[in-house]
C-alpha cells in the first residue's frame, strides 16, 4: 500500500491553470479504475462481506486461495506457467484489506485525474497498466524465490504519482504528516513526492521478505512513471514557423 502519510487535497498551479482544482478535471479513466477496484474488491472474500466464502477458517482459506490465484507469486511467475503469466496485471485490481484499498485508492484519486487529463484517457490507461505491469515483475524478479502473494495497484499508482512530478512539480499538496502530529502543511510536488520516494527507499532497504509492504514495486513504479513523462512530455516540440504573409504591395504585378 502507498502511504506513509495522507494526500488530503491539492491545487495546481501551472500555467493559465493556477488555482483550478484537479479533482474538477475530467477523468473518466481515474475514476473507472477506482470503481472497478472498489467493486472487484467487495466481492472478494478479502472484503469479508460476501457470506458465500463462511467465517473464521474458511473465509481466511478463501482469502488465501483468491490471493495465490490473482496475486503475484514470484516463485511460480518464472517457472513459466501461462497463467502466472498475466498474474501482474490482475494484481493490480486485487487489494488485501480495506486499508490497503482506500489507501491506494487515495492516492489515485488526488493525483490521476490531472495525470490523466495530460496524456489522454487511452494513453493514461496503457500507461498505468504497463506500468503497474512491469513495476510487479521488477518485484517478483528481486524476489523469484518468494512464495508470498503479491496484490495492490500501488505499483501503477506510484508510476502515476512518478509522472505527476514531473508533470506538474509546482502543484501543491496538502500533507498530513505523522511526525508532525498531523497538522495539515502545504508543499509543491516536487518536495513531497521525492521525499516519499526517499522513504520507500530506505523502507525498502530494510524490508525482509515475507508478507508486507512491497517498497521495491513503489520505487520501480515511480521510476518508470516519471521516465515515460520526460520521455513522452520532456522534450520539446518542434513547430515549423510558418512564412509571414507578403506585404499588400508585394502582392501586385
Known sequence: MIGNWSVAHFRARFGRAAGRSALASPAPMTYGLITLCCLLFLLSPAAGLNPAYG????????????FHRWGVVPAELFEGAPR???????????HGSWVHLLGNMLFLYVFGAMTEERMGRVQFT??????????LLGYAA???????????????????????????????????????LFLPLRF????????????QW??????????????LAHLVGFGLG?????????RPTRVKAAPAPAPEGENQP
Open 55 to 66: 467465517s473464521g477458517e474458511e473465509l481466511i482459506a478463501a482469502q488465501r486461495a483468491y
Open 84 to 94: 502466472a503469466v498475466l498474474t501482474p496485471a490482475t494484481a493490480l485490481f486485487v
Open 126 to 135: 496503457l500507461f498505468y497498466l504497463g506500468c503497474g505491469y512491469l513495476a
Open 142 to 180: 528481486a524476489n523469484d524465490d518468494s512464495t508470498q502473494s503479491l496484490v495492490g495497484a500501488s505499483g501503477a499508482i506510484s508510476a502515476v504519482l512518478g509522472a505527476f512530478l514531473f508533470l506538474f512539480p509546482g502543484a501543491r499538496v496538502t500533507s498530513l504528516l505523522p511526525f508532525l
Open 188 to 199: 509543491p510536488a516536487w518536495v513531497v513526492l521525492p521525499f516519499w520516494a526517499a522513504l
Open 202 to 215: 530506505v523502507a525498502a532497504g530494510r524490508a525482509t521478505q515475507g508478507p508486507g509492504v512491497a517498497y
Open 226 to 234: 516519471f521516465g515515460y513523462a520526460w520521455a513522452r512530455f520532456g
